[in-house]
């Protein structure tokens, strides 16, 4: 077993982790984990590797979302990531929390818009756009909430990720405005990450372990 990438996602209290062998996806497990990313993630990883007969050494690169997200979330999932990358010697990428779910989507001529939930009322959205065969950004990820959005939409938009109850009465309020996706493509899986982090390693556009970091919407407090 020559090629076999990890991938990790702890943003936000949704995480995910997957093995992919540059082919196809050998394992992926996603979960719901408030606050316990730090009991879980090891744990989960190791039982993944098992079911492969897989020994960490054997890892031939590593991905992680690097943000926006959780403070706590993304500092453990980049530890992990750097510290398995750092220790194998393998390729290391970061890929932003929501070009994961974004990806999992299919081509459409309508603005795409991604969401995750960043507490306190607030979600966190990037706007994307198909072009040259993929969703590429055309709004950085901000801080807004579902009222300030649903005013802000004037065109035909879908909207994927982090939906809550809140968000799926307002946004399905707006008729035509708005088509939400399948709460089974809204789920935000390792599995597209892993993806993500092949194509970019096999372009050469790995990261340095030394100067990742998280991205994050505002100063931790």
Do not use: N
């Not at 960490?56 to 959780?70: K, R």
């Not at 009322?121 to 300030?148: D, F, K, N």
């Not at 035509?176 to 493509?185: G, K, N, Q």
């Amino acid at each position: 077993m020559s090629d076999m990438l990890l991938a990790i996602d702890t943003a936000t209290d949704q995480a995910s982790l997957a093995l992919h062998d540059g082919r196809r996806l050998r394992v992926e497990e996603t979960w719901e984990a408030p606050r316990r990313h730090t009991t879980e993630l090891a744990v989960r990883m190791a039982h993944a590797m098992e079911r492969l007969d897989l020994e960490p050494e054997q890892l031939s690169g590593v991905a992680v979302t690097t943000g926006p997200g959780s403070f706590t979330g993304l500092r453990i999932g980049m530890a992990v990531a750097k510290g398995l990358a750092m220790a194998r010697r393998v390729g290391l990428v970061g890929v932003p929390t929501l070009d994961v779910v974004a990806f999992a989507q299919g081509r459409d001529p309508r603005p795409l818009g991604a969401v995750l939930q960043a507490g306190r009322g607030r979600i966190c959205v990037a706007v994307y756009v198909w072009q040259s065969g993929g969703w590429q950004p055309v709004q950085e990820a901000r801080l807004t909430t579902w009222e300030a959005l649903a005013e802000e939409i004037s065109e035909p938009t879908l909207l994927c990720g982090e939906i809550d109850r809140q968000g799926a009465e307002l946004m399905g309020g707006l008729g035509e405005r708005v088509e939400l996706l399948p709460a089974a493509w809204c789920l935000r899986r390792a599995g597209f990450l892993a993806e993500l982090g092949w194509r970019r390693l096999k372009a050469g556009k790995a990261d340095d372990p030394a100067t990742l970091t998280p991205v994050y919407l505002q100063v931790p407090v």
